[in-house]
């Protein structure tokens, strides 16, 4: 039982570039989640999914794409990546809302 | 709405100390409440969590918390420090109705030998 696997844990992205964070979990829960996290800002959401097949934008949305194909995976989608967009990922997932969330070991990710 | 307040951004506190890291809630009905623990690049870990079962949660590792719903607090305690509790705490919300939870900006714990 791995958890929640996140790939890469590291990536430097040149301006404009575009890229996919990997999401895996095999607990077959229903919730999975994306966050960032900037120094001394806690964590925010960027989207998060219900089900297969449905997601919605969380606080910071913009710049960012996801879809849900399958129970188990998750990815996050940078199109053109942006400066303000140097942090650290972390995907995790629940069972239902008000359960515990598992988190990944985080992507960190630099935007020069 | 549903917000979390951390009072204190860094708290040092010498081993063998007591840990008192702060948190406090907003939320317009019974919420659930949380405390998750970050080592050095590391994901985030539950430590406890608060349902209503009951008021004083026990959690890993000698924490524990204490719902006051007349003070919306949710602060996390533990009698006696270890070096091994050094990392970031962030204590999290989510009221019903939201499917979402709301995190603070995280607490980093230094302990001092």
């Known amino acids: 039982n791995a958890g929640v696997t996140q790939t890469p844990k590291f990536r430097i992205l040149k301006i404009g570039q575009s890229m996919t964070l990997q999401c895996t979990q095999d607990?077959?829960?229903?919730?999975m989640y994306w966050y960032r996290q900037d120094p001394g800002m806690g964590l925010k959401l960027i989207y998060y999914s219900v089900g297969a097949g449905i997601t919605d934008k969380g606080e910071v949305p913009n710049g960012y794409n996801v879809s849900r194909s399958t129970t188990e995976d998750f990815p996050l989608r940078l199109e053109l990546a942006a400066p303000s967009q140097t942090s650290v990922y972390f995907c995790?997932?629940?069972?239902?809302?008000?359960?515990?969330?598992?988190f990944g070991p985080g992507t960190r990710l630099t935007v020069t | 709405a549903q917000s979390v307040t951390q009072l204190g951004s860094h708290v040092s506190v010498s081993e063998g100390a007591l840990v008192l890291l702060r948190c406090n809630y907003s939320s317009s009905v019974p919420p659930y409440l949380f405390w998750y623990v970050q080592y050095p690049n590391q994901g985030l870990q539950l430590l406890l969590k608060y349902t209503s079962a009951a008021t004083l949660v026990k959690g890993i590792n000698g924490f524990e918390a204490e719902f006051k719903k007349s003070e919306t607090s949710f602060h996390l305690t533990k009698p006696s420090a270890h070096m091994s509790d050094a990392a970031e705490y962030f204590c999290?919300?989510?009221?019903?109705?939201?499917?979402?939870?709301?995190f603070g900006t995280g607490t980093k714990l230094q302990v001092i030998p």
């Open positions: 995790a997932s629940s069972q239902e809302s008000r359960d515990e969330q598992y």
């Open positions: 999290a919300v989510r009221s019903g109705g939201y499917q979402k939870v709301t």
């Open positions: 607990m077959n829960h229903n919730y």
